[in-house]
């Protein structure tokens, strides 16, 4: 499915991103550029990346599925820090 039309990517294009080691929207579009041209598709690439993270063993062990989107905490180094996912800006974490 098409997820950032700017450029043209798909989900299996960001999902291999991921695969590949991207942890960040930012890494992901530095693989395979989705997210670099409008935002507009920023919170799907957040949330494939968010499904991943969730995936993974040492993660589980947070007590249970937890979703960033929805504002779980404790957020894994990713889209915890992604402003698309922030409901107060003061969570936000400078760079």
Same mark, same amino acid.
């Given at each position: ?40 598709? +920023? ?24 979703? +960033? ?14 402003? +698309? +996912? ?10």
């Amino acid at each position: 499915m098409w997820i950032c039309h700017c450029k043209g990517v798909t989900d299996g294009q960001i999902r291999s991103a991921i695969d590949a080691g991207a942890r960040t929207p930012v890494e992901i579009g530095a693989r395979c550029r989705a997210g670099t041209g409008c935002g507009g598709c +920023l919170p799907e690439v957040c949330r494939l990346l968010d499904d991943h993270l969730t995936s993974q063993a040492f993660y589980a062990t947070c007590g249970g599925s937890r979703r +960033l989107d929805r504002g779980d905490a404790p957020r894994p180094r990713g889209c915890g820090d992604c402003p +698309l +996912l922030v409901d107060d800006e003061s969570e936000l974490v400078s760079a």
